[in-house]
């Protein structure tokens, strides 16, 4: 198949991607650029493996890496200092409680001289996904404070990971045990962490070929639990569920 990035067509139009398979080798990933960022057309791409990454300036672009890094939730990696460090702080978490600080955190906007790629479209974007029960907040609390989070979009049994911020040490990890002790528990089969990083491998993320993804989303992405709701707000502690040590 010949690699190239496509245009999609303007706001508004059909919804239409190009097979995941043409995507450039070199950026790796990159698939298409336009389109918008409407609800059906972001639901569309996630349920392909394709998700929007790009900065101010910048046309909508839209990608499909391979490898593609994921935990499934059965592999999750707590390390023992992790597991010590949860059983002396007093972490609580929560879903859906304060989606719009999460995303904010992320975006890192009360640094307003740090770029980041959550652009205010992107930011606006989610809310509404958010606003329909399709992306979900994780909050990690010490006492009152929002210390840490993430934000993602649930389709089918896949969740799709977008970001994630501390503010104090291991409140993101914290946020990822309690987030995958969720999806255990709801028969989720796959959390995509789109690209690798020494910080998610330390959790026991894992690249897969992209075809291998594709694959394992078709058999899962029109499964699973009814969507359009919100997760439980209500502040839990985290703890360490029984994982792999080191």
């Not at 499909?64 to 939730?73: H, K, N, S, T, Y």
């Not at 990083?197 to 894992?206: C, I």
Request: hydrophobic letters at 45%; a negative charge; one cysteine or more.
């Amino acid at each position: 198949m010949t690699q190239g990035m496509r245009w999609l067509g303007p706001p508004g139009s059909e919804i239409r991607f190009p097979d995941p398979a043409s995507a450039l080798s070199w950026p790796n990933g990159l698939l298409a650029a336009g389109g918008d960022l409407a609800p059906a057309r972001l639901l569309a791409a996630y349920r392909l493996g394709i998700f929007p990454w790009y900065e101010t300036g910048q046309p909508i672009l839209w990608w499909c890496p391979d490898p593609r890094a994921v935990i499934l939730p059965g592999e999750l990696h707590i390390s023992r200092r992790l597991k010590r460090f949860l059983a002396r702080e007093p972490f609580e978490a929560s879903f859906d409680r304060a989606f719009d600080e999460v995303v904010a955190g992320c975006a890192r906007t009360m640094e307003p001289d740090v770029g980041t790629w959550i652009t205010p479209e992107m930011i606006a974007a989610y809310r509404e996904l958010h606003r329909l029960g399709h992306a979900h907040s994780v909050e990690i609390w010490a006492e009152e404070q929002l210390v840490g989070g993430l934000y993602g979009v649930a389709v089918g049994r896949a969740f799709f990971a977008e970001s994630m911020f501390s503010r104090k040490a291991n409140a993101s990890k914290a946020a990822m045990v309690f987030l995958v002790g969720e999806l255990r528990s709801r028969g989720f089969r796959v959390m995509d962490c789109q690209l690798p990083s020494r910080h998610l491998a330390t959790m026991g993320a894992r690249e897969i070929p992209r075809d291998e993804f594709l694959a394992l989303l078709a058999a899962n992405v029109d499964e699973g639990p009814a969507q359009g709701a919100s997760w439980s707000p209500e502040r839990r502690a985290v703890s360490a569920e029984p994982s792999s040590e080191s």
